[in-house]
């Protein structure tokens, strides 16, 4: 907590470095949270700076009370609903598919038991065609590590909701890849 009260102080006292460090170190949660709800790759690209500058810009008003990743993924997660929400959009983008394929590896989605690669691109097929809110949750869960109490604090959903989301996207996932496929064909 003291690192990250030391790094707010450089950035509100001018030190463009120590942001360019914070942006870095954060920057995989916000691509996580933005290539999963924005379709469109510039749009993506664009809405990330912003979020970036929107952090930079009320950096002042952080409470050291949560944790800063929680307060950015918040940050990203409300930018990226009110986008959506001005283009009445439908989103189905798959962080894994285009630019963001660096992003992540298969070894990290969330069953770490699937070892093949066809299987962990039917998995990102299935993860693709969930809710948006389920397929957040799945994210932040899985591919960063987030609490309960962290997605429940950057999505405004009690703990509790988080845990049953989160129960429901798994159960919705294995049925879609069931339904669609044997076990021999999972486990290839």
């Known amino acids: 907590m003291k690192e990250t009260e030391a790094v707010i ?19 995989q949660l916000v691509n996580h949270i933005a290539y999963r709800m924005i379709p469109d790759a510039d749009d993506r690209e664009d809405i990330c700076q912003d979020i970036f500058m929107r952090v930079f810009q009320n950096l002042s008003t952080f409470r050291h009370g949560s944790k800063l990743s929680t307060w950015i993924a918040r940050i990203a997660y409300n930018r990226c609903i ?6 009445k959009i439908v989103v189905t983008a ?24 066809g ?29 309960y109490a962290d997605i429940g604090e950057v999505m405004t959903l009690p703990e ?23 076990q021999e064909e999972l486990l290839q």
């Open 82 to 87: 009110d986008y959506v929400g001005k283009r």
């Open 160 to 182: 509790g909701t988080v845990k049953s989301y989160l129960f429901r996207a798994r159960r919705l996932l294995r049925e879609r890849l069931l339904a669609k496929y044997t």
């Open 119 to 147: 299987t962990a691109d039917l998995l990102r097929e299935e993860i693709k065609a969930l809710p948006g809110h389920f397929r957040t949750i799945i994210t932040l869960y899985h591919l960063d590590d987030m609490s």
């Open 94 to 117: 798959d962080p894994l598919d285009g630019p963001a394929q660096n992003i992540s590896d298969p070894a990290s989605l969330p069953d770490r038991n699937l070892e093949s690669a």
């Open 9 to 27: 102080e450089k950035i509100l006292a001018g030190d463009s470095k120590a942001f360019e460090l914070l942006v870095e170190d954060h920057q």
